[in-house]
């Protein structure tokens, strides 16, 4: 007779693997198996993200996503302390280069006090002192934001979470998945060879293919996953220690994304970007990219279309910039215009997963739909690496008490 698994998690990164972990420690004697589909954990957007640790400057007071991510900087960091697991509390500094990014930056700086986050604000002098190869005409720190290798702690959560008993299984695709009166049965494919998986209750921890989970199960949404690509350069090596901090520009509060930025990384080196340009693959990392599959899920969905209207501007501008270095260039020109074009080397891409609802509306909080069986993440956004931790625990607390 096949087993029945208490619980089936669908999908290998930080969000899948955190919420399998504290599930076992809350459920030990329950069966939980974690499957994803490629041979390593932490493969998508989990392993081509900036390693910051969030603080949470940006998110509304009182919202699911700054509530998360304050809680996860804190979750973070103890559990890197508790498993050696490096990281580094850098500090990161918003910097305004003119007058109407000074007001955006007072704006910034109230909603951090109303979440209670430790800020300073910098004058120009103060500014210059702190960051010598850094321009603007001041800036505030965010002394609680950090780096480190989201990759790692993604492996040590699995590590635990096996030494508890929970199971994974790599190579494993998600083909169909079937909803009966009393169980679910996940059919798969590993290396060529089909394979089904019967649970008690799913969960979909799945990014980039959340919105197929969902419509596998019949489930009605009003979303689909548009990929957005960030792509990032890394400086030439004699530049590793161009700054002190995390350099951030002051972002445009009509634009969704949060601009090109200098990152120290846990290895000693520093990334320049992400820009946000409009992907064609879901999992296209590569400076080319084209999926036939993904390109006609995302042109035949209205809200595509919408959104890209209402970004267009934007939208061109962006991807101009990712074909001509030099206008890369200038964005980060503008707080350190030291930097030449011969300073930015390759680095690989991320992409962000982002749900975007049939009206053309960004979804920039959490998502989740449900059947009598199942919990689909449909939206986890920035910052969800550095709030994997407390979004295990709230999935958790939402699957206990269904």
């Given amino acids: 007779m096949d087993k029945v698994y208490d619980y089936i998690i669908v999908g290998g990164g930080i969000v899948g693997i955190s919420t399998a972990w504290q599930l076992k420690q809350r459920r030990p004697d329950a069966s939980v198996i974690v499957i ?68 955006r930056m007072q704006a910034l700086y109230k909603r951090c006090l109303e979440n209670s986050i430790d800020v300073k604000l910098l004058s120009q002098e103060q500014l210059r002192q702190q960051e010598p190869n850094i321009t603007g005409l001041g800036a505030f720190l965010v002394t609680a934001t950090g780096i480190v290798d989201y990759k790692l702690i993604t492996n040590k959560m699995a590590e635990l979470f096996v030494t508890l008993g929970g199971e994974i299984s790599k190579r494993a695709e998600v083909k169909a998945i079937e909803e009966k009166p009393d169980s679910v049965v996940v059919k798969c494919k590993s290396d060529g060879q089909p394979f089904q998986l019967k649970g008690k209750f799913l969960i979909s921890c799945a990014g980039l293919m959340a919105d197929r989970l969902t419509r596998m199960m019949n489930i009605n949404t009003d979303f689909r996953i548009i990929p957005y690509r960030g792509e990032y350069y890394r400086l030439a090596p004699q530049h590793n220690q161009i700054v002190n901090h995390l350099i951030y520009p002051i972002p445009d509060p009509e634009l969704p994304f949060l601009g090109v930025h200098l990152t120290r990384m846990i290895d000693g080196t520093v990334t320049v970007g992400p820009n946000a340009v409009q992907g064609w693959k879901r999992e296209g990392y590569n400076r080319i990219n084209f999926s036939a599959k993904d390109t006609a899920e995302m042109l035949s969905f209205k809200g595509f279309w919408k959104v890209t209207a209402n970004n267009l501007k934007a939208g061109l501008a962006e991807t101009k910039n990712s074909w001509w270095k030099p206008g890369y260039l200038k964005l980060v020109n503008k707080y350190c215009p030291q930097l030449t074009t011969a300073d930015l080397q390759p680095y690989p891409a991320g992409i962000r997963a982002q749900a975007v609802l049939i009206d053309g509306t960004l979804v920039h909080d959490f998502l989740f739909a449900e059947s009598p069986l199942s919990l689909h993440v449909c939206n986890a956004p920035s910052p969800a690496a550095t709030s994997a931790m407390p979004i295990g625990q709230y999935i958790c607390d939402k699957v206990l008490n269904l």
Wanted: aromatic share 6%.
């Fill in 36 to 103: 994803e589909k490629e041979a390593s954990l932490a493969m998508h957007q989990t392993g081509h993200n900036s390693g910051v640790i969030h603080a949470g400057v940006y998110y509304a007071p009182g919202s699911l996503k700054a509530t998360l991510c304050k809680a996860g900087e804190k979750a973070t960091k103890a559990f890197c302390n508790e498993h050696q697991i490096p990281f580094e509390q850098c500090g990161k500094l918003l910097v305004a280069t003119n007058n109407t990014e000074l007001e």
